[in-house]
């Protein structure tokens, strides 16, 4: 009885080592492969901000904003226009309604550019075209609220004169073109020419 005792316990023993052995033969043989299945943390995704731009179309890159000139003399419609920034004395004076008949047109540079704020004045032929250096419109003399001391100092302007543009001024209302200002009595067309590049016709 006892022997048989010892043989099953013996037999039991030899089973456990065979069923230990295969368990470890095959855990080495699944380890790895677990291990390669094993997933990788993610990397760590850093979201760059990116700014949007603001870019301009080419219409708004290319705009430009139109400049006001103003035109005189001898011209059908005197006045002040707005023209684009590529446009030429020739543009203006067809909006001014052309050069009338008098017009000298050998003073006139027709193919000139122009700039914001220039002074187109035409001359008439038989005007004598003054020598004095063009103003800038920071130095000319504003003929709608300049006083009567300061038109008496322009040249060929004295005090009854200058009393007389004012007087006419306060009758009749602003002066908007050269020959607004030849209508006061003793301003004539030579004065003018002399007179224009010394005025700005300030509304």
Same mark, same amino acid.
């Given at each position: 009885m006892t022997a048989t005792i010892t043989k099953q316990i013996a037999l039991w023993a030899a089973w456990g080592c065979? /069923?230990?052995g295969g368990m470890l033969i095959m855990w080495q043989i699944v380890a790895p492969a677990n291990t390669a299945a094993t997933p990788l943390e993610p990397p760590i995704q850093v979201a760059l901000e990116v700014t949007d731009l603001q870019t301009e179309s080419p219409a708004t890159a290319t705009a430009v904003a139109d400049v006001v000139v103003y035109i005189s003399g001898a011209v059908n419609k005197p006045g002040v226009y707005k023209v684009a920034p590529t446009a030429r004395v020739a543009d203006v004076v067809v909006l001014a309604g052309g050069l009338r /008949?008098?017009?000298?047109? /050998?003073?006139?540079n027709l193919a000139a550019h122009i700039s914001d704020a220039a002074h187109i004045q035409v001359q008439s032929i038989g005007v004598a075209t003054t020598s004095a250096p063009e103003q800038s419109a920071s130095t000319t003399l504003a003929i709608n609220s300049a006083s009567a001391e300061e038109l008496a100092a322009l040249p060929g302007i004295g005090p009854a004169l200058a009393a007389r543009i004012v007087e006419y001024r306060t009758a009749h209302g602003a002066f908007a073109t050269m020959d607004d200002l030849g209508a006061v009595p003793g301003i004539g067309a030579a004065m003018? /020419?002399?007179l224009a590049p010394l005025l700005r016709f300030d509304s």
């Open positions: 065979i /069923a230990l /008949a008098d017009a000298d047109y /050998a003073a006139v003018q /020419a002399k």
